[in-house]
């Protein structure tokens, strides 16, 4: 387990205190960027940037930093966290999870069947993916010139859903600079079900009973900022989903 990073967390009105997303059991993975180290110093490398709970890994960037997003360092606080930008341009930026030698990348599987999963991502960006691997799992935002969309992939099945319940900047649409807390939750059973901003929306596609598989943030043109990413693997309660979301809402912003 790396940089729990405990002083990063502030106590805001809505924060739960004292509340830790590892304070819900089965939590896979939790990142976040707070550009600090526990000492209050700066950091700017990217393995250095990032709170990495639940698991012995890293998060760094593909062979050399050419292909490493831009860090907007905050001041190292969970009130004025930094940001990860990510950029489509030449080859898309993005980052592998790797394990704690720095060795091959490495992946983190969500069993739909133990349990179902929670998948939360906590950024930015339209039409692109934003997380997921290369072998059939993915999150997938479609935002702008219409219905705005959301899909989860996994084993190769997506499942999309409209964005029906979000006061965006355009209707209901999402726009693409708005930072969102997007929630899949996924039954035992298959079930899945998205909400953004804890906003449930209405849920049309069918069951996936798949296995999500994660090892990758960004790439494939994902044009957009990053702010946190937990990875659960079992369906939240109704309580569990609230806390998670009470604990990152101070950084919502509408633009």
């Known amino acids: ?12 009105g809505q924060d739960q205190v004292g509340f830790q997303p590892s304070d819900i059991p089965n939590l896979s993975l939790h990142i976040e960027y707070t550009a600090a180290r526990a000492d209050g110093s700066s950091v700017t490398s990217i393995p250095e940037t990032f709170t990495q709970i639940g698991a012995d890994f890293k ?12 860090i907007s360092q905050g001041n190292g606080s969970e009130l004025h966290p930094g940001v990860v930008v990510f950029s489509p341009s030449g080859t898309p930026d993005r ?33 692109n993916i934003l997380s997921g691997n290369n072998n059939g799992s993915s999150l997938t ?21 409209n964005v029906n319940n979000y006061s965006g900047q355009a209707n209901n649409e999402v726009d693409g600079d708005d930072v969102c807390v997007i929630m899949f939750k996924v039954q035992p059973n298959g079930n899945t079900s998205l909400s953004i901003d804890n906003l449930a929306q209405i849920n ?3 069951p ?26 079992r369906a939240l309660t109704e309580a569990e989903s609230n806390r998670i979301f009470e604990h990152v809402a101070h950084v919502i912003q509408k633009a």
């Open 59 to 70: 998060f760094l960037a593909p062979t050399s930093t050419a292909h490493a997003p831009i």
């Open 95 to 127: 980052l592998n999870l790797n394990d704690s030698s720095d060795n091959d990348l490495t992946e983190i599987v969500l069993d739909t069947s133990n349990g179902g999963y929670t998948v939360i991502f906590v950024g930015s960006g339209g039409s």
């Open 141 to 161: 935002s479609n935002i702008g010139g219409g219905a705005s969309t959301y899909s989860l992939k996994a084993g190769g099945v997506t499942k999309t859903f």
């Open 204 to 206: 049309s596609s069918l």
């Open 1 to 12: 387990m790396l940089g729990l990073g405990v002083g990063f967390y502030g106590l805001s």
């Open 208 to 233: 996936n009973t798949n296995d999500f598989v994660f090892d990758t943030m960004g790439g494939v043109n994902y044009d957009g900022r990053f702010r946190y990413l937990f990875l659960y693997d």
